[in-house]
């Protein structure tokens, strides 16, 4: 019988899990609360807990497996399987993930850090078509990011695909990171809203944009793309002065890489095509004329699954 | 016995040759002039009687080597071993190298663009000190750069490593793609020199660089660089403006990758040291903290040799 996968998406709130085929259907999927008590010490415990009774449940056995992939966030060292500064895990420490799973599981685990899985899930089974040359851009409360070239992540020494950290405007924001001008201090959720105050500032004419934030309400890149969609102008400036970073950035990796597809995911990606063609605007100003014509920018297709399939893909290297 | 491998590096001026041992030492050295008469038509026949000639003048025979590799301008179809448009060897339509070059000396062939191959020499026997996660970027008369991650060269569809056409300064100087503000218009030698110009018309106090300029003088990146180094305030701010920018390349490359090296070559990195530390100066600055850590800048080692010995490595596949 073909042999199946485990992919797990170990999050901050939940860990999700799903059962696999080789060929990257999912057949059962699953997810739980992580626990961060007790400095994360519950959360390997729980994962092997949870995997052990589903297989039970679903009467299957260790030896149907060919391994097990996990996307964590944190600093992971793929080689020994430990990951080390997850913070929003409270695993300061280092963790031997690996060597906790395989010794209770007696199947084969890899782990790589969350941004890269979910470009290997997005690659494998979503926007980017199994290519070879696929760049992952996801936004959410930051800016991450994944490199596939020649069909395998890039991770550099350590840290490849910081795309939240390329600097988009010298002396620009200051950026959690330190640096100023990051891509993420603009293109995040959190950088959305930041742009919109700023831009709020000096607009005069009328803009419901412009009201909620004189309110003092509460907004969110979501609200800001709602109302550019409805043609509020200021939103439709802070849409367009976001849109121009990240087809900058886009360009950029283009320059350099010349993928096939560059796909957008996390939670701003929701804007959809309305983003996407403010994006694609600013890129093919920016890209050069080759990579242009042959780099596709395209939106996210797996969502909340590109982790657990991406995870699930690093297994098949023991097939 | 060990066998060897053949080097050859095509340029608009010269061709230059080399017989390697299978670890990089160069054992066998020579050049020839590229007659780019007849749409290019001697090129491919000079090349094979070249290396013929050589091969009796040394005793050696076919056999006796794993393969050539050739770094060539313009446009490689790496699988047909063709070249297109390479404008500077009058070569404007498709050009058969491989077929040509095995049919007639029996040894295998393989080919790729002039930049990947003098990235792969540095990466082999150079600055790169062989590690898996380098770049290359070199500063002649344009911008150009090559890319290894995984061990590999990045190729992406077509145009991977145009390094020279990232935009450092979008709406700064139109460059000869089309887009404005490319690396390539500040930091390659012609854009110094452009920078100087532009710098010198606002320029006030004394300086020999501002007093060579306004006599109508003949200019070069060199000059300015060598009247940097004796104080010369305007060459001072010229220097401070093209590191700028390349420090700020730099480090979204190193943002995206993460590489090991990130090696400095061509004509313009003769300026040495006194370049590197001021580009250093700004990789510093906008580099996220991980990669400022990890990924070093350095200045290319081997001068002229890195076209021959990266494309002889390029026949190392063959060994």
Chains 1, 2 share one sequence.
């Not at 080689?79 to 010794?103: D, F, H, S």
């Not at 695909?161 to 640096?179: A, K, S």
């Not at 796909?263 to 890129?283: H, M, N, P, Q």
Request: contains cysteine; glycine residues 12%.
């Amino acid at each position: 019988m073909e042999k199946k996968l485990i992919g797990i998406d170990l999050g901050g709130t939940t860990i999700k899990f799903a059962i696999l085929t080789l060929t990257g259907e999912i057949q059962q999927k699953w997810s739980i609360q992580t626990n961060i008590l007790d400095d994360g010490s519950h959360i390997v415990p729980d994962i092997i807990t949870s995997i052990k009774h589903h297989l039970k449940l679903y009467q299957m056995q260790p030896s149907q497996f060919s391994g097990i992939g996990m996307g964590s966030p944190g600093t992971v060292d793929l080689k020994n399987g430990t990951v080390i500064g997850a913070y929003n895990l409270n695993w300061k420490t280092l963790q031997p993930v690996k060597t906790a799973i395989e010794k209770e599981l007696g199947i084969p685990f890899l782990i790589d850090n969350d941004a890269n899985v979910a470009a290997l899930g997005e690659r494998w089974k979503g926007a980017g078509e199994n290519d070879n040359e696929v760049v992952f851009v996801t936004l959410g409360t930051g800016v991450g990011g994944g490199i596939i070239s020649n069909g395998k992540l890039v991770h550099g020494v350590q840290a490849a695909g910081e795309i939240g950290h390329m600097i988009v405007e010298p002396n620009g924001y200051l950026c959690t990171c330190g640096n100023h001008g990051c891509l993420e201090t603009y293109a995040s959720a959190t950088g959305i809203v930041r742009v919109a105050r700023d831009l709020a500032e000096e607009y005069a004419g009328p803009a419901k944009l412009k009201k909620l934030l004189d309110d003092g309400q509460d907004i969110s890149s979501k609200i800001v793309f709602d109302l550019a969609k409805e043609a509020d102008q200021l939103a439709l400036m802070v849409v367009d002065q976001v849109c121009g970073y990240l087809g900058l950035a886009c360009a950029n990796i283009g320059n350099l890489l010349n993928p096939s597809f560059i796909v957008i995911g996390g939670g701003v990606s929701a804007a959809g095509e309305f983003l996407l063609d403010r994006v694609k605007k600013y890129f093919l100003k920016y890209a050069f004329p080759t990579v242009r014509t042959t780099t596709e920018l395209k939106l996210a297709q797996l969502g909340n699954d590109a982790g657990v399939i991406g995870a699930a893909s690093l297994a098949l290297t023991f097939n």
